[in-house]
T-cell receptor
Framework: AQKITQTQPGMFVQEKEAVTLDCTYDTSDQSYGLFWYKQPSSGEMIFLIY??????QNATEGRYSLNFQKARKSANLVISASQLGDSAMYFC?????????????FGSGTRLSIRP | DTGVSQDPRHKITKRGQNVTFRCDPISEHNRLYWYRQTLGQGPEFLTY????????KSRLLSDRFSAERPKGSFSTLEIQRTEQGDSAMYLC????????????FGPGTRLTVL
């Protein structure tokens, strides 16, 4: 069964520093997609970045990059030059292409707090 | 605003009452999803529509829950005979048929059952 594990319930980071949020996953599918979402206190889930299992290069979107290590089944999110507005819950998620083409499975999240 | 919208944003009800939530997806998205999120947890999948067809339902979706998308546009999620354990944030998301499958979420409906 597919599973997402985020082992950091909370993190504190100084503004302007880089931060890495950990995510490991488990799946028996060869074809899958990995996502990171941000959830501010307002509650809305905001899509940040996507990595396909066959993508050879790590995905990047502005200050966000995904450190994809397929053999280790890890998909860590790196935020460079953190800002106060980055304070939020961050969820790692996975979609299996063949066994369940629709649903996304989410981890339990990491609460990131940026200190000024 | 062309994002996913949900109504109401908050609902307080008494145990045993029925409630209905509405979701309007992004207009060109054929896929629509409902999730439930409890405090401190990630969203949990409830159900999925491709146009008007409900193609997948989670075991979390008990008999008291029903979802519809009659014309393939907006969707409703109804909970009958609400219980205190139904208190949660109900999130709706939509996605296009093509692409990697990232889902775009609405602001959610927070349900409190007293």
């Amino acid at each position: 069964a597919q599973k997402i594990t985020q082992t950091q319930p909370g993190m504190f980071v100084q503004e302007k520093e880089a931060v890495t949020l950990d995510c490991t996953y488990d799946t028996s599918d060869q074809s899958y997609g990995l996502f990171w979402y941000k959830q501010p206190s307002s509650g809305e889930m905001i899509f940040l970045i996507y990595q396909g299992s066959y993508d050879e290069q790590n995905a990047t979107e502005g200050r966000y990059s995904l450190n994809f290590q397929k053999a280790r089944k890890s998909a860590n999110l790196v935020i460079s030059a953190s800002q106060l507005g980055d304070s939020a819950m961050y969820f790692c998620a996975m979609r299996e292409v063949y066994s369940s083409a629709s649903k996304i499975i989410f981890g339990s999240g990491t609460r990131l707090s940026i200190r000024p | 605003d062309t994002g996913v919208s949900q109504d109401p944003r908050h609902k307080i009800t008494k145990r045993g009452q029925n409630v209905t939530f509405r979701c309007d997806p992004i207009s060109e998205h054929n896929r629509l999803y409902w999730y439930r999120q409890t405090l401190g947890q990630g969203p949990e999948f409830l159900t999925y529509f491709q146009n008007e067809a409900q193609l997948e339902k989670s075991r979390l979706l008990s008999d008291r829950f029903s979802a519809e998308r009659p014309k393939g546009s907006f969707s409703t999620l109804e909970i009958q005979r609400t219980e205190q354990g139904d208190s949660a944030m109900y999130l709706c998301a939509s996605s296009p048929d093509r692409g990697p499958g990232e889902q775009f979420f609405g602001p959610g409906t927070r349900l409190t059952v007293l």
